[in-house]
């Protein structure tokens, strides 16, 4: 039988390995402790590895964290702004699509929880919360703006306020991530995320629809 084996060490596949497993074990602490009370030691330990061998990757717990950032939200932004260019169908499809795509990728997962972390600790550290708004939500509200634009200029939405409307629409996934790093764990509540989507989007694009004449 014809069988291709990785010819690598084991000890170098490890080391290959090593810094996905520290931002996975990063971003459960993050999540679940808040950014102040997480320690390097106690991701490290998480990860299976020593204090020392993670410092050979991240220099401090900032550049932790904005790994951890760049690894896991950021390529949902990437691929939501290459819908945005490439997508030939009606901008409530794309609107829909986006949005539906947000949660399975980054609302239904540990990741969702960064920006509860954000808002909670953002007047303790500052740079942290700029670092998220530059690489984050500027260009989170950029590409939405983008969609709301498109549907403008081919007349599937009617003329509104882009820039204030980017702002609405964001709100409430922000209150979705929050509510499932808060309330969600400690309380019987009717709130289910699927569902508070699609009756979001339901009201959200007959609101964008243009009055039928």
Not at 8 to 30: G, Y
Not at 66 to 77: D, H, N, S
Not at 138 to 164: C, H, K
Request: proline share 4%.
């Amino acid at each position: 039988m014809d069988c291709q084996l990785d010819s690598k060490p084991r000890w170098e596949r490890r080391k290959e390995a090593r810094p996905k497993e520290l931002l996975a074990s990063a971003i459960e602490l993050f999540v679940e402790r808040g950014f102040a009370s997480t320690r390097l030691e106690d991701v490290a330990r998480r990860a299976g590895v020593s204090k020392g061998t993670l410092y050979l990757y991240y220099a401090n717990k900032e550049d932790l964290f904005k790994a951890v950032v760049r690894q896991t939200i950021l390529p949902m932004i990437d691929d939501a702004e290459t819908s945005v260019a490439e997508f030939d169908g009606h901008s409530a499809e794309l609107l829909r699509h986006v949005i539906l795509s947000w949660w399975v990728r980054i609302g239904a997962t540990k990741a969702s929880g960064i920006s509860k972390l954000i808002l909670a600790e953002a007047d303790n550290f500052p740079e942290l919360a700029r670092f998220y708004q530059e690489e984050v939500m500027t260009r989170r509200m950029r590409m939405i703006s983008n969609m709301l634009e498109r549907g403008i200029r081919r007349g599937e939405f009617r003329a509104i306020d882009v820039p204030q409307t980017a702002q609405v629409l964001i709100a409430p996934l922000l209150m979705l991530s929050t509510w499932k790093h808060t309330i969600a764990p400690c309380e019987r509540c009717d709130l289910q995320p699927e569902a508070f989507l699609e009756a979001f989007l339901d009201i959200t694009l007959h609101g964008l629809l243009p009055a039928s004449r």
